[in-house]
């Protein structure tokens, strides 16, 4: 059965504080792994699509890295501005969501 | 231009009142999708049409009817909805996955309508 889970749930970091997110995918034929932003009350926000193994993403803070299993959001040197929920979604036969991260950057 | 545009906003109903949700597009998008999201959830799939026409339905109850009048617009008709049908309704296009394409091309969400049921 197709999953797609995210961890952790809840990130809080300080301002300037390096982390990585991560969504782990079971998908029969992945034919794409796409990264979203959404503040509260909007919709997402397009961020990253990714195909293959090893390939890799950059913009400004972000960067999505994907494996055969599964893929990781590094934020680098977070700003409060990047407080949001990032969510994983899977295209195999359709479109799976992952539950999201809600991340909090203290100033 | 990777704009999609709902209307309206904010959607307050009675429980026996008709109203419509409205999605556009200018993108040439052929895959047109409903997303039903409650708070602190992942957007929840409810229908999915491809070329105008309905291919996914989630086994949305019948309150729900959707529309696509043509390749740019998603209609969603609500009628006789229920308190816990509150939510924000979010509309998403992109191009459809077509036979023989192995890949899937990211899809573009609008800012989506926060509809409240009393």
């Known amino acids: 059965e197709d999953q797609v889970t995210q961890s952790p749930e809840a990130l809080r970091l300080q301002e300037g504080e390096s982390s990585s997110l991560n969504c782990s995918y079971t998908v029969s034929g992945l034919r794409g792994l796409f990264w979203y932003r959404q503040d509260p009350g909007k919709g997402p926000e397009f961020l990253f699509t990714?195909?293959?193994a090893g390939e890799e993403k950059e913009k400004e803070r972000l960067k999505a890295t994907l494996t055969k299993k599964e893929s990781f959001l590094h934020i680098t040197a977070p700003k409060p501005e990047d407080s949001a929920t990032y969510l994983c979604?899977?295209?195999?036969?359709?479109?799976?969501f992952g539950t999201g991260t809600s991340l909090t950057v203290i100033p | 231009d990777t704009e999609v545009t709902q209307t309206p906003k904010h959607l307050v109903m009675g429980m026996t009142n008709k109203k419509s949700l409205k999605c556009e597009q200018h993108m040439g998008h052929r895959a047109m999708y409903w997303y039903k999201q409650k708070a602190k959830k992942p957007p929840e799939l409810m229908f999915v049409?491809?070329?105008?026409?309905?291919?996914i339905n989630e086994s949305v109850p019948s309150r729900f009817s959707p529309e696509c009048p043509n390749s740019s617009l998603l209609n969603l008709h609500l009628h006789a909805l229920q308190p816990e049908d509150s939510a924000l309704y979010l509309c998403?296009?992109?191009?459809?996955?077509?036979?023989?394409?192995?890949?899937?091309?990211?899809?573009?969400f609008g800012q989506g309508t926060r509809l409240t049921v009393v």
């Open positions: 049409y491809s070329y105008e026409k309905l291919s």
């Open positions: 998403a296009s992109r191009l459809p996955p077509e036979q023989g394409r192995h890949l899937n091309t990211e899809a573009f």
């Open positions: 990714l195909y293959s």
């Open positions: 979604a899977v295209s195999g036969n359709q479109f799976y």
